[in-house]
């Protein structure tokens, strides 16, 4: 069983910049795939970003050159430095985990086994 806890959410207005942190208990993560979703009201649960084992980074491509994953191993957590913000990127934002190195498709939801309870991120225009 892993547990996944984020934080950092919050109000802030266009342009701004906001990091999410997502903190991982019960397995060390690094051999995992991670990631961080968002869904907005009444919309799909979107894929945002994605880190495999090997540190390989996946983004897509409304957040491409804004959104910046990082991790830190030894810390069991994860980061979504989140810069240039728009009221578009408003929504509750999720990490989850496919706890195998490789295995699922980085940027489909349901190949994710593990699930945070979300942050909400509101940017005002």
């Known amino acids: 069983q892993v547990d996944l806890v984020e934080s950092g959410g919050g109000l802030v207005q266009a342009g701004d910049s906001l990091t999410l942190s997502c903190i991982a208990s019960?397995?060390?993560?690094?051999?995992?795939?991670m990631g961080w979703f968002r869904q907005a009201p009444g919309k799909e649960r979107d894929f945002v970003a994605a880190?495999?084992?090997?540190?390989?980074?996946y983004y897509g491509d409304s957040v491409e050159g804004r959104f910046t994953l990082s991790r830190d191993i030894a810390k069991n957590t994860m980061y979504l430095q989140m810069n240039s913000l728009r009221p578009e990127d408003t929504a509750v934002y999720y990490c989850?985990?496919?706890?195998?190195?490789?295995?699922?498709?980085?940027?489909?939801?349901?190949?994710?086994?593990?699930w945070g309870q979300g942050t909400q991120v509101t940017v005002s225009s």
């Open positions: 989850a985990a496919i706890p195998a190195p490789n295995r699922g498709n980085y940027a489909r939801a349901e190949d994710y086994e593990y």
């Open positions: 019960g397995h060390t993560f690094g051999d995992y795939t």
């Open positions: 880190v495999r084992w090997t540190g390989l980074l």
